[in-house]
């Protein structure tokens, strides 16, 4: 199936990477997080994607779910993508087999994503939700959960309750998939810098344990070596916690 792509993200993931990588950041990435600084409730979100700051978009699938998807390697029944932005992993990995929910706090990011997507034959298998993540309730519990530059754009303090919201919306025996990025030792954000350790601190109280981290050799050029996919289930026996 055909993508439509935006030819603007490639140039402004560079720019992103040159941020990540010095301590002076270029004017659209001090642009960005002085949106994100002064808009509260979403609408810094809303601003980025109205002005077109979205460095975090590839414009297309993340490749390395994409390939999972086609391997066979996803979970199926019902999967979720929360901050999904315009959508394109949501859509990459729907099937009869699999139903996708995709989340996003900002309007304008679910309009371009139902723009792109909704008229598309395929479109039975996914759907797309304007909520917040942190207070939205679903009425089923998923089987999968796919993160990838979510946790990066939550605020340190605030991954406790990322993990355990994670907990309560996926399946006893579901899965987390975490696609870490930025690996980096970058101040501030977001995106704000991840490690290894940082995923384990809030996602081990909540009795998740890693089933596989590796490095991400799919990552996009200017993301190669600062991302690691890990895959995470829940002891069954730590499942009340």
């Not at 402004?12 to 950041?25: D, K, L, P, W, Y």
């Not at 960005?32 to 994607?49: A, E, F, I, N, R």
Request: charged share 25%; hydrophobic share 35%.
């Amino acid at each position: 199936m055909m993508r439509k792509e935006d030819p603007r993200p490639p140039k402004i993931i560079e720019a992103q990477s040159i941020s990540i990588r010095s301590h002076h950041n270029p004017p659209a990435v001090d642009k960005l997080q002085q949106l994100l600084s002064t808009g509260g409730g979403g609408s810094g979100w809303d601003k980025c994607w109205e002005q077109g700051l979205t460095p975090w978009d590839l414009g297309q699938p993340t490749p390395v779910i994409a390939h999972l998807h086609r391997q066979g390697a996803l979970p199926k029944g019902r999967a979720l993508v929360p901050g999904c932005g315009t959508g394109y992993d949501v859509v990459a990995i729907a099937s009869p087999e699999r139903h996708v929910t995709g989340l996003d706090i900002s309007e304008n990011a679910i309009k371009k994503a139902a723009e792109l997507f909704s008229s598309l034959p395929e479109a039975r298998y996914y759907s797309f939700l304007k909520v917040d993540f942190f207070t939205w309730h679903p009425t089923e519990l998923f089987d999968l959960i796919f993160d990838y530059t979510f946790f990066c754009a939550v605020e340190p303090e605030m991954r406790s309750v990322w993990a355990r919201k994670i907990r309560d919306i996926l399946k006893p025996d579901g899965e987390l998939i975490t696609l870490m990025f930025p690996i980096s030792d970058h101040i501030g954000g977001p995106p704000y810098k991840v490690s290894i350790s940082d995923y384990e601190e809030v996602l081990h109280p909540m009795g998740f344990k890693a089933t596989s981290i590796v490095d991400n050799e799919l990552a996009v050029p200017p993301r190669k070596g600062r991302e690691k996919l890990g895959r995470w289930k829940r002891s069954l026996s730590e499942s009340s916690l």
